[in-house]
């Protein structure tokens, strides 16, 4: 089994920045496309970045304000979260496919694993 592990969330001001640490575990490989998605209250689990090989993809929502990046030997992926706003707000969770294909998947379907996450609220 694959074990993640979020850590970094907390509270910080509009226009603040917060680095998310995602830590892997178990039977996973530095192969696995890994992914943050995030959950406010009475809101679908929605993407926010993923990153596979070479390739990264995030949402439009959040593009050009955050950033993925991975330490491959370790097998552990981070959300570096710049200009936050308060529609950020959420429970942001960690995931990892271990059959990745071509690029770095989106859909929450693609994703086999998941952390408990990691609350960040913004505040205004």
């Known amino acids: 089994q694959v074990q993640l592990v979020e850590s970094g969330g907390g509270l910080v001001q509009a226009g603040g920045s917060l680095r998310l640490s995602c830590a892997a575990s178990?039977?996973?490989?530095?192969?696995?496309?890994m992914a943050w998605f995030r959950q406010a209250p009475g809101k679908e689990r929605e993407f926010v970045a993923s990153?596979?090989?070479?390739?990264?993809n995030y949402a439009t929502s959040v593009k050009d304000r955050f950033t993925i990046s991975r330490d491959g030997a370790k097998i552990t992926v981070y959300l570096q979260m710049n200009s936050l706003k308060p529609e950020d707000t959420a429970v942001y969770y960690c995931?990892?496919?271990?059959?990745?294909?071509?690029?770095?998947?989106?859909?929450?379907?693609?994703?086999?694993?998941w952390g408990q996450g990691t609350q960040v609220t913004v505040s205004s």
């Open positions: 178990g039977r996973t490989n530095s192969r696995y496309a």
């Open positions: 995931a990892a496919d271990p059959t990745p294909g071509w690029g770095a998947p989106s859909t929450i379907n693609e994703y086999a694993y």
């Open positions: 990153i596979s090989g070479g390739s990264t």
